[in-house]
Nanobody, 122 residues
Framework: VQLVETGGGLVQIGDSLRLSCAAS????????MGWFRQVPGKEREFVAS????????YYADFVSGRFTVSRDNAKYTVFLQMDSLKPEDTAVYYC????????????????WGQGTQVTVSS
């Protein structure tokens, strides 16, 4: 499985961004997809995940309704819509996949993209 994230950039407080993650591999529609983020010097943290079918989602508490994860299995793509961005959302955002229909166990995410930088300026 190969994952390529796009859509990061520099925005201002309160702006929106939509991250995309294009996946290769025939099992995309059978796997949970997740988004994580990492700030230099800190551990990577979970952001959101979506089940293989797209019917179930799970978010970190800090999302507070600002982010929405979705997927298009026909296009092998998962999205992260981020609204009301804050400076503390600044991080490298990674797409990942777990070979399960749905999981919230971060240890199950074993395939990773290269990341895309999101910077929220104050």
């Amino acid at each position: 499985v190969q994952l390529v994230e796009t859509g990061g950039g520099l925005v201002q407080i309160g702006d929106s961004l939509r991250l995309s993650c294009a996946a290769s591999g025939r099992d995309f529609s059978a796997y949970t997809m997740g988004w994580f983020r990492q700030v230099p010097g800190k551990e990577r943290e979970f952001v959101a995940s979506i089940s293989a079918s797209g019917g179930r989602t799970y978010y970190a508490d800090f999302v507070s309704g600002r982010f929405t994860v979705s997927r298009d299995n026909a296009k092998y793509t998962v999205f992260l819509q981020m609204d009301s961005l804050k400076p503390e959302d600044t991080a490298v955002y990674y797409c990942s996949t777990a070979p399960l229909a749905f999981t919230t166990d971060e240890r199950m995410f074993i395939y990773w993209g290269q990341g895309t930088q999101v910077t929220v300026s104050s």
